[in-house]
């Protein structure tokens, strides 16, 4: 990953366009914490409801909402 060096201690939204299966949200928040960013949270245009609790494993504690 490029930049691990600006990403240490940043905190980081997730932004992807639909959850799914949370595979690539969850990939992007373990690569993202092996180079020290702290991951806030998750976001999505679109999913199902089975999908947010995906997004609550990627942001591990933090508070996520569906509409």
């Known amino acids: 990953m490029r930049g691990r060096a600006a990403l240490k201690g940043a905190r ?7 959850v799914t299966t949370g595979a690539t949200l969850t990939e992007a928040a373990r690569a993202l914490r092996a180079v020290g960013a702290e991951v806030v949270g998750a976001a999505t245009v679109a ?3 089975a999908s947010a ?3 609550g494993v990627c942001a ?4 996520m909402r569906s509409r």
């Open 12 to 18: 980081v939204l997730i932004v992807d366009d639909v």
């Open 47 to 49: 999913g199902d409801r």
């Open 53 to 55: 609790s995906v997004l």
């Open 60 to 63: 591990s504690g933090s508070v």
